[in-house]
């Protein structure tokens, strides 16, 4: 049974920093390419980060470069994204996404505010 279970999203102030967390089972998670994605209410589904099987290449909306970070532990079965300077436009549902030919998997999403 496939699933993507995230973790770490809450509320936080203008400034400060979380740190999201996509543990996965079910399929060999190290061929797969991880990504997260961002649903703002009213909004649609944008991607925010994407990452490579081993790690090596990374890409992100320009509207969080240099602020998230993308990471993976194939050992750990675990996506991370590291949110730092969150702003209110950061506000969302994170997605945690799976994606190689044939398959595509979401997680249930973990609810991000931030908000002073």
């Known amino acids: 049974q496939v699933q993507l279970v995230e973790s770490g999203g809450g509320l936080v102030q203008p400034g400060g920093s979380l740190r999201l967390s996509c543990a996965a089972s079910?399929?060999?998670?190290?061929?797969?390419?991880m990504s997260w994605y961002r649903q703002a209410p009213g909004k649609e589904r944008e991607l925010v980060a994407r990452?490579?099987?081993?790690?090596?290449?990374?890409n992100y909306a320009d509207s969080v470069k240099g602020r998230f970070t993308i990471s993976r532990d194939n050992a750990k079965k675990t996506v991370y994204l590291q949110m730092a300077r969150l702003k209110e436009d950061d506000t969302a549902v994170y997605y945690c996404?799976?994606?190689?030919?044939?398959?595509?998997?979401w997680g249930q999403g973990t609810q991000v505010s931030v908000s002073s």
């Open positions: 996404n799976a994606r190689r030919v044939g398959n595509d998997y």
């Open positions: 079910g399929f060999t998670f190290s061929v797969y390419v």
């Open positions: 990452i490579t099987t081993a790690g090596v290449g990374t």
